[in-house]
Structures are given as C-alpha cells and as structure tokens.
C-alpha cells in the first residue's frame, strides 16, 4: 500500500551538481509512469514520462530510468540550478481491467535543495 | 494560452457551510479529475470525468459532489459532510482519446475550513 507521512524525503545538492531522485512503486501492472515538479502553491508541472516497454527516455537536462525488475524508478537531473529547487512526484498508470480511467497514482514525494 | 484555471487561489469558510471549487479548461479535454493534497502526503483522486455528463468516484469521494455539464468546467463540492475538507484541491485534465499522456494540473485551490 501507500506509505503516508509528514516528513518527506530531501535531497540537498550544490548548483552545478547532477541529482538523483528515486521512486519504488508497487503495482506490477503499471505500464506508464511521469515525473512531475512541483513549486510551492503551484500544481505539478509535468517533467517526462516513460512507457513500460521503455528502460531509459532522456529529455532537456533530464532522465528517467525504469527498472520493472525491482519495480523502480528515477529521475536524473543534469547540472542542477536552483530553479530546479522543488518537490519532484513520481506517478504510475494501471491499464488493468477495472482500473479508474487514467487514474495516475502518486508517490509522496521528495524535496529537491539545490544551494547557490 | 491553453491550460486550466482554478479559482479562487484561497478559500475560507466556517464549519457547515457547503463550497464550490471552480476549475475550467481550454485544452478541449475530454477527461477531468479531482485531487487532494496533504501536507507530506501524495495526491489522492477525489474524483474524475471521462466524459459531459458523466462521472466516476475516486479513492476519497466522501463528502465531496461534482458535475459536468460542460466539457470545459468541473466543479467540485465540498460539502459539510467532509470530515477534514482543510487541503489543497488540485484539478487536472487529460486528453480522453490517449491513454499514455500526462494529466496537466491547474495551480490549485487552497481551501482553509474553521
């Protein structure tokens, strides 16, 4: 099931740096996953997706990588600015029978600090 | 521009009272949803569209009614019936004819109920 807290996972980087944010995910029928960003008091501005007959998509400064083995994802940002500083979501799309209509299931989250 | 307005930004009301949040889009989507969101926790589905005229229960539906009667708007209730309607209510969007793309969020309603 989902975990549910109030503390979420950081990640503190220095500008410049290559940052790392990583996601499990449970379902084993999930066949599409996005990463979003959020900023505060924004809504979650869409970063990249990946099917599940990928393994790798890389976009603008950006990489998303799929492990279906160990049910694993992660998002890889090239040389970090502080514009990057935000809360990054995973999300996973079930198309198994019954399953809500484009429903995206969310992760928690993690913070992402780039410092100047 | 294309994209979906949500409104007011902030809301305040009293125990009791019934609110509507607005969300309206101009993609021509055909799929809306509903989501919550609570402090350190993910975005859970309230509800969601497919269609005009049409509407389905998320995984947290109690307390909450919407409609759609136009497919550009899908309001969402949140009636006094909702135990913990304090949160963040995020609507999105999805274009209906392909499964694999992304919902496009609007930048969501802050609702604070005392």
């Known amino acids: 099931g989902e975990s549910v807290g109030l503390h979420l996972p950081t990640l503190s980087v220095q500008e410049g740096d290559n940052s790392i944010i990583n996601c499990a995910y449970s379902n084993s029928a999930s066949d599409y996953f996005i990463w979003y960003k959020q900023e505060s008091g924004k809504g979650p501005q869409f970063i990249i997706d990946?099917?599940?007959?990928?393994d790798k998509r890389q976009g603008q400064r950006v990489t998303v990588l799929l492990n279906k083995t160990v049910k694993h994802l992660s998002l890889q940002i090239a040389a970090t600015q502080p514009g990057d500083s935000a809360v990054y979501f995973c999300?996973?799309?079930?198309?198994?029978?019954?399953?809500?209509?484009?429903?995206?299931?969310f992760g928690q989250g993690t913070i992402l600090t780039v410092h100047p | 521009d294309g994209g979906i307005t949500q409104s007011p930004k902030y809301l305040f009301r009293k125990e009791g009272q019934n609110v509507t949040l607005s969300c309206e889009q101009n993609?021509?989507?055909?799929?809306m949803y509903w989501y919550r969101q609570d402090p350190g926790q993910g975005l859970r589905l309230i509800y969601y569209?497919?269609?005009?005229?049409?509407?389905q229960k998320g995984d947290i539906a109690e307390g909450y009614s919407v409609s759609r009667e136009k497919k550009e708007s899908f309001p969402l209730t949140v009636t006094s019936a909702q135990k913990n309607p304090t949160a963040f209510y995020l609507c999105?969007?999805?274009?209906?004819?392909?499964?694999?793309?992304?919902?496009?969020f609007g930048n969501g309603t802050r609702l604070t109920v005392t």
């Open positions: 993609l021509n989507h055909d799929a």
């Open positions: 999105a969007s999805m274009e209906g004819a392909t499964y694999n793309s992304p919902l496009h």
């Open positions: 990946i099917r599940s007959n990928m």
């Open positions: 999300a996973e799309r079930s198309n198994a029978g019954g399953t809500s209509y484009g429903k995206l299931t």
């Open positions: 569209s497919q269609i005009v005229n049409d509407f």
